[in-house]
């Protein structure tokens, strides 16, 4: 547990190495911190334009799981199958101007068009692997290649990644 009122000191690791900076934890007892991996992209560009731009290709995927294929009922995977489902895909963005599809939802339950099987050669099995990879790794501007489960074939798609639109919400 991090001290009331110490947020914003180093969290070190066992060897006395910073990791990360400490930010405010929850009344429950769970802290946080944010990793220096992402400190040290994000700290020059707040020096140097007065703000982070975070990189987006423009989808909503959702993992899949052996629940998730059930529950959703997907009609044309393996229950087995794994990487991420796109279930949208924003217009006027990098995902839809390369060409990704959404599943598509019927009367008895949905077929998978796009599964995202890794990016960059980079395994993608959870959404949290698709933010990590995003914010550790790309930067607006940037190329990346998407590896595809579509339509039961694999198949590679190249996109040029924006910036996060601004949240209204």
Partial sequence: TIAAGSSGGPLLDLSGNVVGITNAGTDVGFN?????????????????????????????????????????????????????????????????????????????????MDIILAIDGHPMFIEDDLTAYMEFEVSPGQVITLTLWRSGVIASVTLTVAERPPYEG
């Fill in 32 to 112: 946080f911190a944010v990793p220096l991996n992402i400190l040290r992209r994000v700290i020059p560009a707040l020096i140097a334009d007065g703000e982070y731009v975070h990189p987006f290709i423009g989808v909503y995927p959702l993992a899949l799981t052996p629940e998730v294929v059930e529950v959703l009922n997907i009609q044309n995977v393996d229950p087995y199958q794994n990487g991420l489902l796109v279930m949208a895909v924003v217009q006027d963005f990098p995902a839809a101007e390369a060409g990704l599809n959404p599943a598509v939802s019927g009367d008895q339950g949905y077929t998978a």
